[in-house]
């Protein structure tokens, strides 16, 4: 089946420690996302690709770091930079130039700190 | 900037009644226009799409929305609501030519009483 796989599905986070969500997609997507989520306030994008080997910062980029070495690969590394880590973090991906590009989301990974 | 309002946190119903949840966007061009659902502690499920033509989208598990360009609004609506319809619901709006960066809205918590 194709889909948006991420892990682990929970993630805990020691003070000072850096760590990597990861997010694969087998869509054959150019286009891949990270969004956090907190409560109440939706969605908000962290960092974007649209091509291998290319990415933007989003709204919140801050703390966070990305890279994307492969179409079907972007994790996500929460650095010791980000004060406010705990969240539920969401990876997306879609085909840019697609007629009616639609966003598919994957199931999530809630990182705590301890 | 765009923007999402969901002005509604939290609604009730009751199971077979018929829900609206409202959205509204903010944009100077034409929108493209979604609805997710999210069930606790999982990823985002597309509902529903609109990019041009009909104003009336048809979606899955029997959802609907209009388009109203007049009143830049695009709302969801299910005659009858099921028990597993509990979620929470996004609305999200894309910029004209690409959905590659999405706003969302904050989100409408639905509860279903029995």
């Known amino acids: 089946d194709g889909g948006i796989t991420q892990s682990p599905k929970y993630l805990f986070r020691k003070e000072g420690q850096n760590v990597t969500l990861s997010c694969e997609q087998n869509l054959n997507h150019d286009a891949m996302y990270w969004y956090r989520q907190d409560p109440g306030q939706g969605l908000r994008l962290i960092y974007y690709?649209?091509?291998?080997?290319?990415?933007q910062k989003g709204d919140i980029a801050e703390g966070y770091s990305v890279s994307r070495e492969k179409k079907e690969s972007f994790p996500l590394t929460v650095t010791s930079a980000q004060k406010n880590p705990t969240a539920f973090y969401l990876c997306a991906s879609s085909n840019p130039g697609q007629v009616q590009e639609t966003q598919y989301f994957g199931p999530g990974t809630r990182l705590l700190v301890l | 900037a765009q923007s999402v309002t969901q002005p509604d946190i939290h609604i009730t119903v009751s199971e077979g009644a018929s829900l609206e949840l409202r959205c509204n966007y903010s944009?100077?061009?034409?929108?493209?226009l979604f609805w997710y659902v999210q069930s606790p502690g999982q990823g985002l499920q597309l509902l529903l799409k609109y990019f041009s033509g009909d104003t009336l989208v048809q979606g899955i598990k029997g959802f609907e929305a209009e388009f109203k360009r007049s009143q830049s609004s695009f709302n969801l609506r299910k005659p009858s609501v099921h028990w597993s319809d509990a979620a929470e619901y996004f609305c999200?709006?894309?910029?004209?030519?690409?959905?590659?960066?999405?706003?969302f809205g904050t989100g409408t918590r639905l509860q279903v009483t029995l």
């Open positions: 690709s649209q091509i291998v080997n290319d990415f």
């Open positions: 999200a709006v894309g910029y004209t030519g690409t959905a590659s960066k999405l706003t």
């Open positions: 944009y100077g061009a034409t929108p493209y």
